[in-house]
């Protein structure tokens, strides 16, 4: 198979130095990415587009695209059969054994697109092929604005690519081409899209998380963050660092006023961050705050909060909706991880300050000790996203279990279309399906007395939950993990 891709918009109008440095580290990219699916895969090209052979595993094939459509820097990918241009006729001849099938009793178009000096013009092709597509394959007519099926082809020089298949990419510049940042990761829709943004626009985003929630707290997050690196950045080294931040709600709560504390909190994680940051020969930092989403993000507080800040203090979701975040969650795949993310409330205010004064702050954090975010910043660890699925914190207090046996229970806690496409059938077992987001607001209804198995067909949600039922309090939690067939 043979791929052809092409470059997000921006990077064409760059200057030719600029151009040339973005698409050889779009080129690198790929080549890594690529190896680690199908050893035989090659790329090649440079300034027009990338052209990209595969092995001749279907499988192999439909992993090299979804990888290359979760790629910084492609436009989108076209799939193509490769021949020398020969006479217009010897055109007409591979189009209709191409796409005579498709038209046949059906409207179509021919779109050719022309690179090179030839004896003919891209209208001279299109109108040559249109004709003995409709005189020879029994189609129904042509129409050039809604046609059924569009015969779409490139002339490049000496070669015509005939477009089998188009997907699309995600756009934005290669990562590795613009420096690097520390995102603030919580796990949440603001946080978890405000990162994939930045690796959208060439950003490599180490991510930071502040623990205030325990072991299912971290877990969850340490699979977002895996989840994003492994999508999205998996051509690159990403860190993730994970702050103990349990000590720093304990001191807010007991010697800062109320009405201060949700600012004072983020001007605690922005000081962490800060030093994280210069640890790492980081450039700035990336939060999910959004203009007066809660109280602590109205322009006098964010203003407060930045001051603590040698860094620059990005904010991509500054101006978004809450529903525009989710939906957006939603089409990178990170919605199930933070729609399911347990609630921790570290910090609540009853009567927050929306307008406050850097004055008003220091006297809130004057009888803060400051030694307890010195010992939270320095008991930081830090892993490598690659590790992070091998290596959950935590993780080993969940019992995983290859068999279900007669008399326990199995939670089926995937999404009902998934239950519906893949139905889970384990004879003499009863099944029960509890889609993840209401498990945790229905297990106390359950029976105490029975033990019950979660399973997802990855293994991810299941353990996050389970993780979430045992630090509740509940004993009679396993993982479920089937063998693979």
């Known amino acids: 198979m043979k791929l052809i891709i092409k470059f997000f918009p921006e990077i064409t109008i760059k200057t030719r130095q600029v151009r040339k440095r973005f698409v050889h580290q779009l080129k690198t990219n790929v ?13 090649a090209g440079s300034w027009d587009s990338l052209e990209v052979i595969l092995g001749d595993d279907p499988a192999l094939q439909q992993q090299c695209i979804e990888r290359l459509c979760n790629t910084p820097g492609i436009a989108h990918l076209l799939e193509v059969r490769d021949y020398p241009l020969g006479t217009l006729e010897e055109l007409a001849e591979l189009c209709i054994a191409c796409f005579g099938d498709q038209v046949r009793g059906r409207t179509f178009a021919v779109r050719c697109k022309r690179v090179g000096r030839h004896s003919f013009s891209s209208q001279d092709a299109a109108r040559l092929v249109g004709e003995q597509l409709m005189l020879r394959c029994g189609a129904a007519g042509v129409s ?12 490049r020089d000496n070669r015509v690519w005939l477009i089998q298949a188009r997907h699309e990419g995600m756009g934005g510049f290669p990562l590795g081409t613009l420096e690097p940042v520390l995102s603030l990761l919580s796990g949440g829709f603001d946080s978890t899209v405000a990162s994939y943004q930045m690796l959208q626009r060439g950003l490599l985003p180490h991510f930071v998380f502040f623990n205030l929630g325990g072991r299912a707290h971290e877990l969850g997050v340490r699979q977002v963050a895996h989840y994003l690196w492994e999508r999205y950045a998996a051509s690159h080294r990403l860190r993730f660092i994970s702050v103990p931040f349990e000590g720093v709600v304990a001191e807010l709560l007991q010697n800062v006023e109320n009405s201060q504390m949700g600012v004072v909190l983020k001007r605690m994680m922005l000081r962490a961050s800060n030093r994280i940051a210069w640890r790492l020969d980081l450039n700035a930092l990336v939060t999910g705050e959004a203009i007066s989403q809660v109280a602590s993000q109205t322009l006098p507080n964010l203003a407060v909060i930045d001051q603590v800040s040698d860094l620059l203090v990005l904010r991509p979701l500054i101006t978004s909706s809450k529903m525009d975040i989710i939906d957006t969650a939603r089409r990178i795949g990170t919605e199930a991880f933070s729609s399911s993310m347990p609630e921790y409330c570290g910090v609540i205010s009853v009567n927050p300050a929306i307008r406050t004064k850097p004055a008003k702050v220091a006297e809130a954090e004057a009888g803060f000790d400051f030694a307890i975010l010195d010992e939270a910043v320095k008991n930081a660890r830090y892993t490598d996203c690659s590790e992070l699925e091998l290596d959950l914190e935590g993780a080993d207090a969940v ?30 077992v009863e099944v029960m399906h509890v889609p993840f987001y209401t498990l945790n607001s229905r297990f106390s209804e359950l029976d105490a007395s029975r033990a019950y198995l979660l399973y997802c067909d990855k293994g991810v949600m299941s353990q996050l939950h389970a993780q979430y039922l045992l630090d509740a309090g509940h004993g009679n939690i396993r993982v479920l993990r089937l063998p693979k067939v």
Not at 31 to 43: E, F, S, Y
Not at 144 to 155: R, S, T, Y
């Open 399 to 428: 019992e995983l279990v290859s068999q279900a046996l007669p008399g326990q229970v199995v939670l089926d806690i995937r999404a009902p279309d998934e239950q519906e496409l893949n139905p889970l059938q384990l004879p003499g």
């Open 144 to 155: 050039l604005k809604a046609p059924e099926v569009a015969v779409k082809m490139e002339i």
């Open 31 to 43: 080549r890594v990415l690529l190896a680690a699916i199908d050893p035989a895969a090659r790329v």
